[in-house]
């Protein structure tokens, strides 16, 4: 891993490496792009193995941060931070207020936020050492938990693919298959049980899919079986990189739309589905919810407002579908573009402010 190089290669601002041996804390923030505004992504805790798996990782992830924010048509660009640990031994009050006090140190160039291993808790934390944090309880003005807005979020992204490949927006009757049934998956189940949807769903953990099963009526899938279940819409809500050219051979259903990062494995998956005509609503796009939510939380927290914003998701999901067409493209290259072009024309504006 040569991770200037790898800054180079993808336009990456700034790499921080952060380290306070008092409270055990080794961890890694990432700015991606700040053309369109200050970088907002969320702290991950994961035991990375090495080093260079926590670097990779934080700099893919805070670039799919700036095309979020840029085709969501936020004053945001894109970072995120990594702490190497274990989420469920080496958490401290300590470590995260020291995480704080890296974060505080960038002057707002980063704003952090929870991601995979991170709790409200963990946030309140870093938010005593720096103003830079978003993603508080709603009693403290905060937006509170970002997963039922993400999960509004791809119901608004399913709703345009089906008016695109169904021929009606209506969710009435059709089979969504959910992979995954955590906090955005469980919720997005029942909006769509509310839609009047069928709903057949896989989850690792029993617990979660006994509830689904007594709560919403879901009919629970094999997980290893879930790629070649016959429906409308598959919905990726667990993990990213399922998309690939073992599973994409094997789907049914003519749309893909949920809410896991990185869905692809790799670029030419998209054009494996588009091959296929299956339908994809780009990852970012669908799963921007979560982040158009906390950007409220930057000025002050207008539940009415997000909302708004939140129901944009689909007029969004339908432009990138428009382009794809226009320019005979796949789904996800045309959302790339869309993202590209706004925050290139954004650069070079800057020069008259400066
Ligand atoms: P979560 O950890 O609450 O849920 C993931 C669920 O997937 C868990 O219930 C887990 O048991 C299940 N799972 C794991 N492996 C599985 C497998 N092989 N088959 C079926 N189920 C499996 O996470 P979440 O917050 O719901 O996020 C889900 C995805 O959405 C992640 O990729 C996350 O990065 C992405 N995302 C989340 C948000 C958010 O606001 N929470 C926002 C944008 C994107």
Redesign the pocket.
């Known amino acids: 891993m040569k991770p200037l190089e790898y800054m180079a290669r993808y336009n990456h601002e700034q790499l921080v490496y952060c380290s306070d041996k008092g409270v055990g804390l080794r961890a890694i923030i990432a700015i991606h792009d700040t053309t369109l505004g200050p970088s907002l992504g969320g702290i991950r805790m994961r035991p990375y193995v090495t080093e260079d798996e926590a670097v990779l990782d934080v700099l893919r992830l805070s670039r799919a941060m700036t095309y979020k924010a840029a085709v969501a048509g936020l004053p945001l660009g894109g970072g995120k931070a990594v702490i190497i640990g274990n989420p469920a031994t080496d958490k401290t009050e300590a470590l995260f207020r020291s995480m704080g006090k890296f974060v505080q140190s960038l002057n707002g160039r980063y704003i952090a936020t929870e991601d995979?291993g991170i709790t409200v808790q963990d946030i309140e934390w870093v938010s005593q050492e720096t103003e830079h944090a978003v993603g508080l309880p709603v009693s403290q003005g905060g937006s509170g938990d970002?997963?039922p807005p993400?999960s509004f979020g791809v119901l608004q992204a399913m709703k345009a693919c089906a008016a695109e490949k169904l021929g009606s927006d209506s969710l009435k009757g059709r089979i969504i298959v959910i992979?995954?049934?955590?906090?955005?998956?469980y919720h997005l189940a029942e909006l769509l049980h509310e839609e009047g949807a069928r709903i057949m769903a896989?989850?690792?953990?029993p617990q979660?899919v006994e509830r689904a099963i007594k709560e919403i009526n879901i009919t629970p899938l094999n997980?290893e079986g879930i790629y070649d279940v016959v429906g409308d819409i598959f919905s990726p809500?667990?993990?990213?990189g399922v998309l690939n050219n073992k599973t994409i051979p094997r789907l049914k259903c003519p749309i893909v739309c949920g809410?896991?990062?990185n869905q692809l494995l790799e670029e030419a998956d998209a054009l494996r589905l588009e091959r296929r005509g299956i339908l994809y609503a780009p990852d970012f796009v669908a799963?921007a919810g979560?982040i158009i939510n906390l950007s409220f939380e930057l000025t002050s927290y207008d539940p009415e407002a997000a909302r708004e914003k939140l129901l944009a998701i689909r007029s969004t999901t339908e432009k990138v579908f428009q382009r794809a067409h226009k320019e005979k493209i796949t789904t996800a290259r045309a959302a790339d573009r869309i993202a590209e072009e706004r925050i290139e024309a954004v650069r070079k504006m800057r020069p008259i402010y400066l």
């Open positions: 995979v970002s997963s993400t992979q995954g049934l955590g906090k955005v998956g896989t989850d690792i953990n979660v997980t809500c667990a993990f990213g809410c896991a990062n799963n979560g």
